[in-house]
Protein backbone atom coordinates (compact mmCIF):
# COMPACT_ATOMS: atom_id res chain seq x y z
CA UNK A 1 0.00 0.00 0.00
CA UNK A 2 1.18 3.10 -0.89
CA UNK A 3 -0.59 6.69 0.52
CA UNK A 4 -0.49 10.45 1.30
CA UNK A 5 -2.28 12.36 3.46
CA UNK A 6 -2.90 16.21 4.90
CA UNK A 7 -3.55 17.61 8.25
CA UNK A 8 -5.02 20.77 8.51
CA UNK A 9 -4.15 21.16 12.19
CA UNK A 10 0.12 21.09 11.67
CA UNK A 11 -0.39 21.86 7.48
CA UNK A 12 1.21 17.87 7.60
CA UNK A 13 1.82 16.49 4.61
CA UNK A 14 2.28 12.70 4.75
CA UNK A 15 3.77 9.99 2.89
CA UNK A 16 3.65 6.25 3.51
CA UNK A 17 4.06 2.88 2.66
CA UNK A 18 2.66 -0.48 4.27
CA UNK A 19 4.22 -3.73 3.84
CA UNK A 20 2.95 -6.97 4.34
CA UNK A 21 5.41 -10.01 5.29
CA UNK A 22 2.93 -12.51 6.51
CA UNK A 23 -0.88 -13.08 6.80
CA UNK A 24 -2.56 -15.09 9.09
CA UNK A 25 -4.37 -18.14 7.72
CA UNK A 26 -5.17 -21.85 8.64
CA UNK A 27 -4.81 -25.20 6.95
CA UNK A 28 -1.41 -26.16 5.40
CA UNK A 29 -0.06 -23.58 6.64
CA UNK A 30 -0.86 -21.97 10.00
CA UNK A 31 0.42 -18.75 10.65
CA UNK A 32 -1.65 -17.11 13.94
CA UNK A 33 -0.72 -13.76 12.87
CA UNK A 34 -0.47 -11.24 10.11
CA UNK A 35 3.05 -8.99 10.16
CA UNK A 36 3.39 -5.37 8.13
CA UNK A 37 5.65 -2.94 8.40
CA UNK A 38 4.50 0.77 8.02
CA UNK A 39 7.28 3.60 7.09
CA UNK A 40 5.83 7.04 6.83
CA UNK A 41 7.97 10.60 6.26
CA UNK A 42 6.06 14.10 7.18
CA UNK A 43 6.50 17.56 6.92
CA UNK A 44 5.27 19.85 9.10
CA UNK A 45 4.26 23.49 7.37
CA UNK A 46 3.47 24.42 10.81
CA UNK A 47 6.45 27.01 12.05
CA UNK A 48 8.26 26.46 16.05
CA UNK A 49 7.47 29.00 18.86
CA UNK A 50 10.89 29.01 19.68
CA UNK A 51 12.55 32.21 17.53
CA UNK A 52 16.03 31.10 18.25
CA UNK A 53 15.51 27.42 15.96
CA UNK A 54 16.27 28.25 12.20
CA UNK A 55 13.97 26.30 10.22
CA UNK A 56 14.50 24.86 6.94
CA UNK A 57 13.26 22.26 4.46
CA UNK A 58 14.15 19.29 6.67
CA UNK A 59 13.94 20.85 9.89
CA UNK A 60 10.44 20.07 9.03
CA UNK A 61 10.80 16.69 8.89
CA UNK A 62 9.61 13.46 10.64
CA UNK A 63 10.06 9.67 10.24
CA UNK A 64 7.98 6.66 11.34
CA UNK A 65 9.02 3.51 11.66
CA UNK A 66 6.23 0.65 12.50
CA UNK A 67 5.73 -2.93 12.60
CA UNK A 68 2.03 -4.56 13.01
CA UNK A 69 1.75 -7.52 14.39
CA UNK A 70 -2.49 -8.07 14.07
CA UNK A 71 -4.61 -11.24 14.83
CA UNK A 72 -7.97 -11.77 13.94
CA UNK A 73 -9.68 -13.69 16.75
CA UNK A 74 -13.04 -14.28 15.16
CA UNK A 75 -14.90 -12.86 12.56
CA UNK A 76 -16.27 -9.93 14.34
CA UNK A 77 -12.78 -9.28 16.33
CA UNK A 78 -9.56 -8.49 16.06
CA UNK A 79 -6.25 -6.86 17.92
CA UNK A 80 -3.12 -5.35 16.66
CA UNK A 81 0.06 -4.63 19.00
CA UNK A 82 2.06 -1.71 17.00
CA UNK A 83 5.65 -0.66 17.99
CA UNK A 84 6.95 2.44 16.96
CA UNK A 85 9.88 4.68 16.34
CA UNK A 86 9.32 8.42 15.66
CA UNK A 87 12.39 10.30 14.36
CA UNK A 88 12.21 14.46 15.02
CA UNK A 89 14.40 16.09 13.01
CA UNK A 90 13.94 19.97 14.92
CA UNK A 91 11.60 19.70 18.55
CA UNK A 92 10.58 22.66 20.05
CA UNK A 93 12.11 22.37 23.31
CA UNK A 94 15.39 21.11 25.37
CA UNK A 95 14.08 18.66 27.26
CA UNK A 96 12.41 16.89 24.78
CA UNK A 97 14.17 14.16 22.29
CA UNK A 98 14.51 13.86 18.90
CA UNK A 99 13.34 10.08 19.07
CA UNK A 100 10.07 8.72 20.52
CA UNK A 101 9.30 4.90 21.35
CA UNK A 102 5.87 3.59 21.98
CA UNK A 103 3.42 0.55 21.57
CA UNK A 104 0.67 0.83 20.56
CA UNK A 105 -2.54 -1.45 21.51
CA UNK A 106 -5.46 -1.39 19.04
CA UNK A 107 -8.64 -3.90 18.72
CA UNK A 108 -11.52 -3.81 16.45
CA UNK A 109 -14.96 -5.30 17.05
CA UNK A 110 -17.38 -5.69 14.04
CA UNK A 111 -21.38 -4.86 15.39
CA UNK A 112 -22.37 -6.14 11.84
CA UNK A 113 -21.16 -5.85 8.40
CA UNK A 114 -20.98 -1.91 7.91
CA UNK A 115 -20.56 -0.56 11.79
CA UNK A 116 -17.23 -1.29 13.78
CA UNK A 117 -16.15 -0.28 16.94
CA UNK A 118 -12.26 0.56 17.35
CA UNK A 119 -9.85 1.68 20.06
CA UNK A 120 -6.30 2.19 20.37
CA UNK A 121 -4.06 3.21 23.05
CA UNK A 122 0.48 4.15 22.70
CA UNK A 123 2.03 3.58 25.81
CA UNK A 124 5.56 5.47 25.35
CA UNK A 125 8.28 3.63 26.35
CA UNK A 126 10.69 6.53 27.06
CA UNK A 127 8.61 8.81 29.10
CA UNK A 128 11.16 10.27 31.46
CA UNK A 129 12.07 12.56 28.52
CA UNK A 130 8.00 12.43 27.21
CA UNK A 131 6.25 13.78 29.62
CA UNK A 132 8.55 16.76 31.20
CA UNK A 133 6.61 18.60 28.60
CA UNK A 134 3.03 17.45 30.15
CA UNK A 135 2.51 15.31 27.08
CA UNK A 136 -0.10 12.32 27.58
CA UNK A 137 -0.24 8.26 26.45
CA UNK A 138 -2.83 8.63 23.25
CA UNK A 139 -6.33 6.61 23.91
CA UNK A 140 -8.44 7.30 21.03
CA UNK A 141 -11.98 5.11 20.34
CA UNK A 142 -13.99 5.45 16.98
CA UNK A 143 -17.42 4.16 14.82
CA UNK A 144 -16.42 3.32 11.18
CA UNK A 145 -19.21 3.21 9.07
CA UNK A 146 -18.79 1.33 5.79
CA UNK A 147 -20.38 1.99 2.21
CA UNK A 148 -19.72 1.27 -1.24
CA UNK A 149 -16.09 2.22 -1.20
CA UNK A 150 -16.02 4.80 1.64
CA UNK A 151 -15.57 4.63 5.45
CA UNK A 152 -16.63 7.21 7.47
CA UNK A 153 -14.82 7.67 10.28
CA UNK A 154 -16.21 9.29 14.00
CA UNK A 155 -13.55 9.49 16.39
CA UNK A 156 -13.14 10.00 20.29
CA UNK A 157 -9.61 10.98 21.30
CA UNK A 158 -7.28 12.98 23.57
CA UNK A 159 -5.17 14.34 20.77
CA UNK A 160 -5.74 17.17 18.02
CA UNK A 161 -4.00 16.34 15.02
CA UNK A 162 -3.81 12.07 13.62
CA UNK A 163 -0.05 11.91 11.98
CA UNK A 164 2.15 9.76 14.15
CA UNK A 165 4.26 12.28 15.17
CA UNK A 166 1.72 14.59 16.27
CA UNK A 167 -0.63 12.05 18.04
CA UNK A 168 2.17 9.76 19.34
CA UNK A 169 4.83 12.22 20.29
CA UNK A 170 2.62 15.69 20.70
CA UNK A 171 -0.54 14.59 22.75
CA UNK A 172 -1.48 17.26 25.45
CA UNK A 173 -5.02 16.34 26.51
CA UNK A 174 -5.97 14.27 29.45
CA UNK A 175 -9.48 12.16 29.28
CA UNK A 176 -9.81 12.13 32.89
CA UNK A 177 -9.70 15.98 32.86
CA UNK A 178 -12.32 16.23 29.77
CA UNK A 179 -9.74 17.00 27.59
CA UNK A 180 -11.53 14.58 24.75
CA UNK A 181 -11.83 15.99 20.96
CA UNK A 182 -14.10 15.08 18.01
CA UNK A 183 -13.00 13.81 15.02
CA UNK A 184 -14.30 12.84 11.26
CA UNK A 185 -11.95 11.23 8.34
CA UNK A 186 -13.56 9.86 5.18
CA UNK A 187 -11.05 6.99 3.79
CA UNK A 188 -11.43 5.93 -0.19
CA UNK A 189 -9.16 2.97 -1.23
CA UNK A 190 -8.81 2.88 -4.55
CA UNK A 191 -7.89 -0.29 -6.19
CA UNK A 192 -5.11 -0.58 -9.50
Known amino acids: ?13 TGFTKISFLRQCTGSKNLPVSVSVFLGTSYSGQSFDNSANTVDFFS ?9 IARKFSDNFSA ?3 PVWI ?3 KINSITNKNDIFAA ?3 ARYKLNPTLSFSGEYYPVINPS ?4 NNNS ?13 HVFQIILSNSTDMIEKTFIGETT ?18 DL
Open 87 to 89: HRN
Open 104 to 106: GIS
Open 137 to 149: NALSFSFDIQTAG
Open 129 to 132: VYFK
Open 1 to 13: MVGINRTSLTQAV
Open 80 to 82: QLS
Open 173 to 190: GDWLKGDIHLGFNILRKF
Open 60 to 68: QMSYTSQLL
